[in-house]
């Protein structure tokens, strides 16, 4: 009798315990990042933490994934899940191109004018400041970029916004700043001239208002003071 109560038992008992063994054989144990060049890979591993020590049968590398692309400076991730236990997640980064500033406080943007991560004190990309509750203005200005220093002829460091659609940009080497539309690129050729031509007489200006499209005004430097 008792053999045969055995018989009937210990294989269900076997089975739970084979069952038990495997599932915590196949835990998640191990995160694996690649991908990431200007970003921590430890954000990464942050987002994919809570897996750790769950079934690796249970994890769903599409949950993961959607996890990791919510990450602001993540354009696209692969996640693949091996069944020992290995959460291996490939990232794209998004290419920073500016700096955002907004109350002093820095931040990486795209060249969409995405927020993507805190930026460094010395980062040597353009800076562009008041743009913080004007998203869409950010991102027109940025993509402006490449027309306005090619009509100026020099690197932009950086662009303020004066109010909507005039931004008061800094261009490298130059001293005076030029008040312009980000839609009228053609302007800053003329301001260009207009700031040599003043140059070869005068004192650099202050600044130069490209605004209107055929118009340049120009502020004059103060005269210098008369010695006693």
């Not at 054989?25 to 970003?39: D, I, M």
């Amino acid at each position: 009798m008792l053999r045969r109560v055995a018989g009937r038992v210990v294989p269900p008992l076997a089975a739970v315990a084979l069952t038990t063994t495997l599932a915590a054989a196949l835990q998640v144990r191990q995160l694996r990042v690649s991908g990431t060049h200007r970003f921590p890979a430890s954000d990464i591993e942050s987002a994919l933490r809570p897996a750790l020590g769950g079934p690796a049968i249970a994890a769903r590398a599409s949950t993961l994934r959607a996890t990791v692309r919510a990450i602001p400076w993540v354009a696209d991730a692969s996640v693949r899940i091996s069944l020992d236990g290995v959460v291996s997640c490939t990232v794209v980064e998004r290419v920073p191109v500016a700096v955002a500033l907004d109350a002093g406080v820095r931040r990486l943007v795209d060249g969409e004018g995405r927020l993507l991560a805190p930026a460094q004190a010395n980062s040597s990309l353009l800076v562009i400041d008041g743009f913080a509750p004007y998203t869409e203005e950010r991102g027109a200005v940025l993509a402006a970029v490449p027309a306005l220093e090619r009509a100026w002829g020099g690197k932009l460091e950086r662009a303020d916004r004066v109010g909507p659609h005039d931004v008061a940009l800094h261009f490298a080497g130059t001293a005076p700043v030029i008040l312009a539309d980000p839609d009228l690129p053609g302007a800053l050729a003329e301001a260009r001239r207009v700031l040599a031509a003043w140059t070869a007489r005068h004192p650099a200006p202050l600044r130069l208002d490209a605004r209107i499209a055929g118009r340049v005004a120009v502020l004059p430097a103060p005269p210098a003071p008369e010695e006693g």
